[in-house]
Nanobody, 122 residues
Framework: QVRLVESGGGLVQPGGSLSLSCATS????????MGWFRQAPGKDGEFVAA???????WYGDSAKGRFTVASDSAKRQVYLQIHNLKPEDTGVYLC????????????????WGEGILVTVSS
């Protein structure tokens, strides 16, 4: 059974930093692209970032420059670091896995985590 479990969310002040983690189990880590989507209040879901052995790292337009995605195959975890957080970064961040190459389409995702809330507010 595949499981993706996010951690690290919470309330952060504007300008702060945050690191999200996603622990994976039940799949062959090296065969999947791992990434993050964001569901902001009142908005459609948005691709944030992803990483895979074949494609390297990809970032959505809103994530370029302040977001860093990384993975640790030994720990079977994928990470998302966010710097200089802004109120518009608020949302539920979902860990997502897709077999093979990276796709920015949410309907291409094979497995989802339950999501974790990040709130950027003073």
């Amino acid at each position: 059974q595949v499981r993706l479990v996010e951690s690290g969310g919470g309330l952060v002040q504007p300008g702060g930093s945050l690191s999200l983690s996603c622990a994976t189990s039940g799949l062959t880590f090296s065969e999947y692209a791992m990434g993050w989507f964001r569901q902001a209040p009142g908005k459609d879901g948005e691709f944030v970032a992803a990483i895979s052995p074949s494609d390297g790292t990809w970032y959505g337009d809103s994530a370029k420059g302040r977001f860093t995605v990384a993975s640790d195959s030994a720990k079977r975890q994928v990470y998302l670091q966010i710097h200089n957080l802004k109120p518009e970064d608020t949302g539920v961040y979902l860990c997502a896995d897709k077999a093979g190459s990276i796709s920015t389409a949410d309907n291409a995702v094979d497995y989802w985590g339950e999501g974790i809330l990040v709130t950027v507010s003073s």
